[in-house]
């Protein structure tokens, strides 16, 4: 990962924490990363063509979080 990438990272993430008050900046926040995170997931599956390497605790704890908050 690029330090250009992690700069902009932390610059999203300080615009949701400095925007809303706490609670909601997390909520919103989580919401993103759980949406960003399926959409790497997604990506890497894409490239890969296959499930190699994937285990169903992954596909659980990924699915798990969907319903946290």
């Known amino acids: 990962?690029?330090?250009e990438?992690?700069?902009k990272t932390l610059a999203i993430q300080m615009a949701f924490?400095?925007?809303f008050i706490s609670s909601e900046a997390a909520?919103?926040?989580a919401f993103l990363q759980n949406a960003a995170m399926?959409?790497?997931f997604l990506t890497m599956l894409f490239h890969r063509q296959?499930?190699?390497g994937q285990s169903v605790l992954l596909a659980v704890a990924k699915w798990?979080?969907?319903f946290d908050g």
Do not use: G, K, Q
């Open 5 to 7: 990438r992690v700069a």
């Open 50 to 52: 296959s499930t190699e």
């Open 64 to 66: 798990s979080c969907n």
């Open 27 to 29: 909520s919103y926040s």
């Open 38 to 40: 399926s959409i790497l």
């Open 17 to 19: 924490y400095l925007h």
């Open 1 to 3: 990962m690029s330090v």
